[in-house]
């Protein structure tokens, strides 16, 4: 499972800001995107703990550096070293 980013990177990053229950986020789904398109950076939580953030995609060219982080976790979660590990192709890197 890739690394967790702190909702305070995301929170209020286009716009206004605020929590909702993860219930209340299923019933109004709908409406909750349509506040999204606006700009709106929802956090949902479930008993009173943030579980996801919910907010705008940066356009297109722009990268925050939460989403930078993401991006760089990701690869490295999906790319194939051949076994070895950045360490071992570091040291190997080393030694030329």
Do not use: C
């Not at 702190?6 to 709908?30: I, L, T």
């Not at 194939?80 to 080393?94: I, Y």
């Amino acid at each position: 499972m890739g690394q967790r980013l702190p909702a305070a990177d995301y929170a209020g990053y286009m716009g206004q800001s605020h929590s909702m229950d993860a219930a209340e986020a299923k019933n109004q789904f709908s409406s909750l995107l349509e506040r999204v398109s606006d700009g709106e950076t929802v956090t949902i939580t479930r008993l009173g703990k943030p579980i996801a953030v919910l907010g705008p995609v940066p356009a297109q060219g722009e990268l925050t550096p939460s989403h930078a982080v993401a991006s760089i976790l990701n690869w490295r979660k999906n790319s194939s070293l051949d076994g070895l590990s950045t360490r071992e192709l570091r040291d190997e890197g080393k030694r030329r």
